[in-house]
């Protein structure tokens, strides 16, 4: 897989620019959290129906109601200067029911693809953004025919939708999906079983491989990948990535040891632990996975069997927030936006910003000799009851816009194949269960109907300066971004 290229990015910076040729920037959405319309009576159901109806999270009710208004959204993506919007295909929506595709939302998706070729915008498609059918069931990634199951729903998606769109994520964060779910108890349904995310992550994995054969086949020209949300610790992190790519043989019960030790080894040089607590982290996963992992990776092993030479990746997605394991815990009791938090896990709004690690994870990321795509990096903020909060830290998205491109910048200039920026998000949206956190260049007001802001949820100009660092980095104007204070 060394050295595979991705199809050359569409538009090329003027002369005088500090990007290569065809970088891309732009902002990245997910089709649960803006679309609206989901679980309601007579709504398409996904596997969130269930927590919705039980009051366990919020409902997510109309979203930021793109479903209806994406053309008006879309307008406000193309006037920040972006030439990429992400948007997702639900699966939910155009498959309500086991093989009846709902032709009027396939319809309304080739309308909402064709609005973002008419404001110059390459669409990036996601086929698994978090959420697949109710009638699926929540544990639905357990099951061994999920691979197969997934790759048919990807092939109808790219068949349908083909005409209009070639870039293509098959599952968005696999990583968070499996452990998320079924480790952590964060979404449904809620377990907290390792075994039962290792098989997760297996059956995620081999979806990620079928699914990819299948888009190729049916779409020679197809650019694809998989996006990973960024953590220290290999095996949350690098493991999916290097099973995707690794050589069938090496993934053998008598080989597999020593190929996971060399992994690791790697993934250690090139993301040190930053302190002594990140470093326990590493070993604790470690010790705890070993026995696991060897007996959990026969759909990854079967998958890639069934077709070595399939080009799984185009360039290495990378999902860059607070990836440092050891940042994300605290005592609790500790002050945060608009009181104290009694968790022993820091809120979003609380994470730690370190523009630094994010030229570290791409570094990482580049090693693999693929083109590097910042799929998703944003900063969250907190509103309660229509109260929005400072961060405690002093960040805001201006600054935090700034800081991240100078390390995107900074990482240019070290020759880093780094092909996009995609920022989250557009507007404050649905966060996996709450509106607290919001993420939105543009500032959302749910408590006087759905009324958007020019200035985001804190009263700053995030879009405004996001626009101007396009404009300025396409110009080749540095003075845009700040420059990164350190390396690592």
Same mark, same amino acid.
């Given at each position: 897989m060394?050295?595979?290229?991705?199809?050359?990015?569409?538009?090329?910076?003027?002369?005088?620019?500090? =990007?290569?040729?065809g970088?891309?920037?732009?902002?990245?959405?997910a089709?649960?959290?803006?679309?609206?319309? %989901?679980?309601?009576?007579?709504?398409?159901?996904?596997?969130? =129906?269930?927590?919705?109806?039980a009051?366990?999270v919020?409902?997510?009710? $109309? @979203?930021?109601? #793109?479903w209806?208004?994406?053309e008006?959204?879309?307008?406000?993506?193309?006037?920040?200067?972006?030439?990429?919007?992400?948007?997702?295909?639900?699966?939910?929506?155009?498959?309500?029911?086991p093989g009846?595709?709902?032709?009027?939302?396939?319809?309304?998706?080739?309308?909402?693809?064709?609005?973002?070729?008419?404001?110059g915008?390459?669409?990036?498609?996601t086929?698994?953004?978090?959420?697949?059918?109710?009638?699926?069931?929540?544990?639905?990634?357990?099951?061994?025919?999920?691979?197969?199951? #997934?790759?048919?729903?990807?092939e109808?998606?790219?068949?349908?939708?083909?005409?209009h769109?070639?870039?293509?994520?098959?599952?968005?964060?696999?990583?968070?999906?499996?452990?998320?779910?079924?480790l952590?108890?964060?979404?449904?349904?809620?377990?907290?079983?390792?075994?039962?995310?290792?098989?997760a992550?297996?059956h995620?994995?081999?979806g990620?491989?079928?699914?990819?054969?299948? $888009?190729?086949?049916?779409?020679p020209?197809?650019?694809?990948?998989?996006?990973?949300?960024?953590?220290?610790?290999?095996?949350v992190?690098?493991?999916?990535?290097?099973?995707?790519v690794?050589?069938?043989?090496?993934?053998?019960?008598?080989?597999?040891?020593d190929w996971l030790?060399?992994a690791?080894?790697a993934?250690?040089?090139?993301?040190?632990?930053?302190?002594?607590?990140?470093r326990w982290?590493r070993?604790?996963?470690?010790?705890? #996975?070993?026995?696991p992992l060897?007996s959990g990776l026969s @759909?990854?092993?079967?998958a890639?069997?069934?077709?070595?030479e399939?080009? @799984?990746?185009d360039?290495?997605g990378?999902? %860059?927030?607070?990836?440092?394991?050891?940042?994300?815990?605290?005592?609790?009791?500790?002050p945060?936006?608009g009181?104290?938090s009694?968790?022993?896990?820091?809120?979003?709004?609380?994470?730690?910003?370190?523009?630094?690690?994010?030229?570290?994870?791409? *570094?990482?990321?580049?090693a693999?000799?693929?083109?590097?795509?910042?799929?998703e990096?944003?900063l969250?903020?907190?509103?309660?009851?229509?109260?929005? #909060?400072? *961060?405690?830290?002093?960040?805001d998205?201006? *600054?935090?816009?700034?800081?991240?491109?100078?390390?995107?910048?900074?990482?240019?200039?070290?020759g880093?194949?780094?092909?996009?920026?995609?920022?989250?998000?557009?507007?404050?949206? %649905?966060e996996?269960?709450?509106?607290?956190?919001?993420?939105?260049?543009?500032?959302?007001?749910?408590?006087?109907?759905?009324?958007?802001?020019?200035?985001?949820?804190?009263?700053?100009d995030?879009?405004?300066?996001?626009a101007? $660092?396009?404009?300025?980095?396409?110009?080749?104007?540095?003075?845009?971004?700040?420059r990164?204070?350190?390396?690592?």
């Amino acid at each position: 897989m060394s050295g595979t290229l991705s199809t050359p990015p569409d538009r090329g910076g003027p002369s005088g620019s500090l =990007l290569p040729p065809g970088f891309r920037f732009g902002v990245a959405t997910a089709g649960f959290q803006v679309e609206g319309g %989901y679980n309601g009576p007579g709504e398409p159901a996904n596997n969130w =129906l269930a927590w919705e109806r039980a009051g366990r999270v919020e409902p997510s009710g $109309i @979203a930021l109601d #793109f479903w209806r208004r994406a053309e008006e959204q879309l307008e406000k993506v193309a006037a920040l200067g972006c030439d990429t919007f992400r948007l997702s295909v639900e699966w939910a929506r155009v498959e309500p029911a086991p093989g009846e595709l709902d032709e009027a939302a396939l319809a309304r998706y080739r309308q909402i693809l064709l609005a973002c070729a008419e404001r110059g915008l390459t669409p990036v498609v996601t086929l698994h953004h978090f959420t697949h059918p109710a009638w699926l069931g929540e544990e639905f990634w357990l099951d061994p025919a999920a691979p197969e199951r #997934f790759a048919g729903w990807a092939e109808a998606a790219v068949a349908r939708l083909g005409e209009h769109c070639r870039h293509w994520v098959t599952l968005n964060e696999p990583n968070v999906v499996a452990f998320g779910s079924y480790l952590l108890g964060l979404f449904p349904p809620g377990r907290r079983d390792l075994r039962a995310a290792l098989a997760a992550f297996d059956h995620l994995l081999a979806g990620h491989l079928l699914a990819c054969g299948r $888009i190729r086949r049916r779409q020679p020209e197809a650019w694809v990948t998989t996006n990973t949300a960024a953590a220290s610790v290999h095996e949350v992190d690098r493991l999916g990535l290097d099973l995707l790519v690794a050589d069938p043989a090496d993934l053998d019960p008598g080989r597999f040891p020593d190929w996971l030790a060399a992994a690791r080894a790697a993934w250690d040089a090139l993301v040190p632990p930053p302190d002594p607590v990140d470093r326990w982290f590493r070993r604790l996963v470690r010790r705890r #996975f070993e026995g696991p992992l060897r007996s959990g990776l026969s @759909a990854t092993v079967a998958a890639r069997r069934q077709d070595p030479e399939l080009r @799984a990746l185009d360039a290495v997605g990378v999902d %860059y927030y607070n990836p440092y394991l050891s940042r994300h815990l605290r005592l609790p009791g500790q002050p945060t936006a608009g009181g104290r938090s009694w968790s022993i896990s820091r809120p979003l709004w609380d994470d730690v910003v370190d523009p630094a690690g994010l030229l570290v994870f791409c *570094r990482a990321a580049a090693a693999t000799g693929l083109p590097v795509w910042i799929v998703e990096n944003g900063l969250a903020s907190r509103v309660r009851r229509g109260r929005a #909060f400072p *961060r405690l830290d002093g960040w805001d998205r201006p *600054r935090y816009l700034r800081a991240m491109l100078g390390a995107v910048l900074a990482g240019l200039a070290e020759g880093l194949p780094i092909e996009a920026y995609l920022h989250w998000t557009l507007a404050d949206n %649905y966060e996996w269960g709450s509106y607290e956190p919001r993420f939105g260049l543009f500032g959302v007001d749910r408590e006087r109907g759905l009324r958007w802001s020019e200035h985001d949820s804190l009263g700053q100009d995030a879009a405004g300066t996001y626009a101007r $660092i396009i404009a300025g980095l396409r110009a080749g104007d540095p003075s845009v971004v700040d420059r990164l204070a350190s390396a690592r």
